[in-house]
């Protein structure tokens, strides 16, 4: 008796510790949340949601790269003070002797260009003026301009491979794609924040029953001992009663692990320190409703990111076949150059009564013995394309079999919910008869610790049923981009993320 008392003395001052030191750090700061305020903080300030913005932004500002390519650009090009002494070796025109001429001059260059790239044809235009200066110090000394005032220069790959046509294709696709990965690791956030929700709720209610249910089985160990001295029940139950009283104090330290464990988790997620303590509000079921598999599906193929990553794969692996092919056999290139021009001892002089420029070249290359080095590359590319098809059907079979197996879930556990609440009002109230039945003396202690069990499991299935039914919701959001709830399209306004 006296070794229960002192042990019994010992858990309230340690239960009443605990809640001390619950009240301290609620002075500091509290927090009363429910899942869908834990989402908004989620969404709105976790260091999960500043990555998903920043590679949202890493794939804008490579969109707007890719556009940049094809608006007119404006260039200035210098080489200042190029200074060059050497032998140069020169060769008589009459006599045919070579001799060494010291070659002593410094060059300076200047140029401004309007540069075009033509995403049509895979060519370039650019219309310059440019100014040069040399100043010959030897053999003789003299100074010398030449200017080109205007000039516009085109070059033109004939059937070469064309990099702006597949710009054009991909980079738009993929910037969509960059779109969608960011609404779906938004609501990945969703996802993550429920089961962190929920696990620190279960740790929660595990802590207050492993409380409430140490202080009755020290009111049951109490009356069990007065019964036992009057006879009416073995020394073999109150021993079973005292096992479940040291049971109860190791569930409740464990519990305090559990819970601290789980509540560092969430607030380190949403991006609280531990100053800041969160009390979680029981969310209540969610609504009714049974999805259709096709519909999911279609909304899923039409907005997640999935089917457009498929389809970039495939651009990428045709792109490197054309590729392949283009750079087998004949080759061929245009360069043109059309303005005026003149030289001048004085930069005055260099831009009076310009003379004109014409320069029209066509350049070829075709490979006439490479091993078959071209054909072997075109057949590379080709089995590619072909492992990136496969690849591809193989993906979208799996991931229908995801989706089918998502809706099945969710829709099999809005019963499990209304069942596991059920089970637990049942279980609470059972519970409740047993326990007065063993205050009259009518039941075992058996009896009393089977219904403490099954009310504790039945509160610990509803939980993770209920957990199960948002986590199953918002994966369903996720990969359909839809939310089945407020039968609204999941979308955001791109501007606002890029002005911020």
């Not at 090009?77 to 200074?83: D, E, F, I, Q």
């Not at 995403?119 to 030449?146: E, K, V």
């Not at 063993?438 to 039941?443: D, E, H, L, M």
Request: with cysteine; hydrophobic share 35%; glycine share 4%.
């Amino acid at each position: 008796m006296v070794r229960i008392a002192f042990f019994t003395l010992l858990s309230v001052i340690s239960i009443t510790g605990f809640s001390q030191t619950q009240n301290v750090q609620s002075n500091e700061h509290r927090l009363r949340m429910t899942l869908d305020e834990a989402i908004a903080t989620a969404r709105e300030q976790s260091p999960t949601a500043m990555i998903a913005k920043y590679n949202f932004l890493a794939g804008y500002w490579r969109y707007r790269t890719f556009k940049a390519k094809f608006l007119p650009s404006l260039n200035l090009n210098a080489t200042l003070g190029s200074y060059n002494r050497y032998l140069a070796k020169l060769q008589d025109a009459e006599t045919g002797k070579y001799n060494y001429v010291d070659n002593n001059n410094m060059s300076n260059s200047l140029s401004l260009s309007v540069d075009q790239n033509i995403g049509l044809t895979g060519g370039t235009i650019s219309l310059t003026s440019s100014l040069n200066r040399l100043d010959q110090f030897a053999p003789n000394d003299n100074l010398t301009y030449n200017s080109t005032p205007i000039s516009i220069v085109f070059k033109q790959p004939i059937n070469g491979y064309n990099t702006f046509r597949w710009e054009k294709i991909i980079q738009p696709k993929e910037y969509e794609r960059v779109q969608r990965e960011y609404l779906e690791s938004m609501e990945s956030i969703n996802v993550e924040t429920s089961r962190l929700f929920f696990s620190v709720l279960s740790a929660q209610k595990s802590l207050e029953m492993a409380e409430k249910n140490f202080a009755a089985t020290q009111l049951s160990v109490s009356i069990a001992e007065k019964r036992y001295e009057i006879g009416s029940i073995t020394n073999n139950e109150l021993l079973q009663l005292k096992m479940s009283l040291y049971n109860a104090q190791l569930d409740i330290n464990d519990g305090k692990m559990t819970f601290e464990s789980e509540m560092l988790k969430l607030r380190s997620y949403l991006g609280y320190n531990e100053s800041v303590t969160i009390e979680l509000v029981m969310p209540g079921m969610g609504p009714e409703m049974q999805l259709d598999y096709m519909d999911v599906l279609n909304r899923a193929l039409k907005n997640s990111s999935e089917n457009l990553r498929n389809e970039l794969d495939m651009l990428s692996a045709r792109q490197e076949v054309a590729e392949a092919k283009s750079n087998t056999g004949l080759n061929a290139s245009i360069f043109a150059q059309l303005g005026v021009n003149q030289k001048g001892e004085k930069i005055a002089e260099s831009y009076r009564n310009p003379m004109d420029q014409e320069i029209v070249g066509l350049s070829l290359s075709l490979p006439i013995l490479d091993w078959g080095l071209g054909r072997g590359k075109i057949k590379l590319a080709k089995s590619r394309e072909e492992i990136a098809k496969t690849q591809i059907e193989q993906k979208e079979s799996k991931y229908r079999q995801e989706i089918l197996i998502q809706v099945m879930q969710f829709n099999n556990q809005n019963m499990q919910c209304s069942i596991s609440a059920r089970n637990d009002s049942i279980a609470k109230l059972r519970y409740d008869i047993t326990m007065e039945r063993f205050k009259n003396g009518s039941i075992t202690v058996t009896d009393l610790n089977t219904a403490q069990s099954e009310k504790d499991a039945a509160v610990k299935r509803y939980i993770s049923d209920l957990s199960n039914y948002w986590e199953y919701f918002y994966s369903i959001r996720k990969v359909s981009l839809y939310d089945y709830i407020t039968k609204k399209e999941i979308t955001t306004d791109f501007n606002l993320l890029t002005e911020n």
